[in-house]
């Protein structure tokens, strides 16, 4: 998937504009970026989205801050909805084969909860 991205040239423009938005101001760039991320993990998965952050970051030189809120939008951004990450979709088969059952709604009730207020601690603390 990435390797088609990077073939496209979709890799190359999500840098380019990027480094156009570091340009103008990298702590705007950072929180968006961050957020963004956090966004796509729950669309898209953090897995594939993980690897296009990857690629996005080593095509060149980003502010500390930005590569820092990429990360951290690939980590806690999954926390939000059960299409976030493979290893919560993993545990919800377990937790079903155990009589225990946690819906999409509620997974998405508590996430939204309890995932905002971590991400932008964490944002704001790397960020800085």
């Known amino acids: 998937m990435v390797e088609g ?3 496209t040239g979709t890799i190359a423009r999500l840098s380019t504009a990027l480094h156009g ?3 103008i101001s990298a702590t705007k760039a950072a929180w968006t970026t961050g957020l963004a991320t956090t966004l796509a993990d729950n669309i898209a998965n953090n897995l594939p989205v993980g ?3 990857g690629s996005v970051n080593a095509a060149d ?3 500390q801050g930005v590569t820092s809120a990429m990360l951290i939008g ?3 951004g999954p926390n939000l909805s059960i299409t976030g990450s493979l290893a919560t979709i993993l545990w919800l088969v377990a937790l079903r084969r155990e009589k225990i059952d946690v819906t999409a709604r509620r997974f998405l009730q508590i996430g ?3 995932t905002p207020p971590a991400l932008i601690a964490a944002l704001a603390a790397a960020i800085r």
């Open 21 to 23: 938005a570091v340009e």
């Open 74 to 76: 690939v980590d806690l």
């Open 5 to 7: 991205l990077v073939r």
């Open 61 to 63: 030189h980003l502010p």
């Open 112 to 114: 939204a909860l309890v």
């Open 51 to 53: 690897l296009i952050v």
